[in-house]
Nanobody, 125 residues
Framework: QVRLVESGGGSVQAGGSLRLSCAASGRTFSSYTMGWFRQAPGKERDFVAAIHWSGGSTYYTDSVKGRFTISRDNAKNTLYLQMNNLKPEDTAVYYC??????????????????WGQGTQVTVSS
């Protein structure tokens, strides 16, 4: 059974940066697409970014392009999300996800599987 543990969230002012991490266990991390979703208060969970199992291809929702960078370390079974120039609208609980579907599909079809507990990101203006 896969276990995902997110960390690195916090409270920052607009323009600040945070780096989220997701430690995965229970499956062969290097064989799966990984990604990040977020859920703002009162809203549905939305796709943020995804990365191919090899790390060779990345995909982002339009609102974070140029500000967020997704990466992975397959030797450490860890996924990252570097978030720069944060905006108040980035405030949300951030969740990582492991899936077997291509990362190109994640923006429109949430992959099947369990979620971690998430990590809170709060950006003040």
């Amino acid at each position: 059974q896969v276990r995902l543990v997110e960390s690195g969230g916090g409270s920052v002012q607009a323009g600040g940066s945070l780096r989220l991490s997701c430690a995965a266990s229970g499956r062969t991390f290097s064989s799966y697409t990984m990604g990040w979703f977020r859920q703002a208060p009162g809203k549905e969970r939305d796709f943020v970014a995804a990365i191919h199992w090899s790390g060779g291809s990345t995909y982002y929702t339009d609102s974070v392009k140029g500000r967020f960078t997704i990466s992975r370390d397959n030797a450490k079974n860890t996924l990252y999300l570097q978030m720069n120039n944060l905006k108040p609208e980035d405030t949300a609980v951030y969740y990582c996800k492991m899936g077997s579907t291509p990362p190109t599909t994640w923006a429109t079809k949430e992959p099947f599987g369990s979620w971690g507990q998430g990590t809170q990101v709060t950006v003040s203006s």
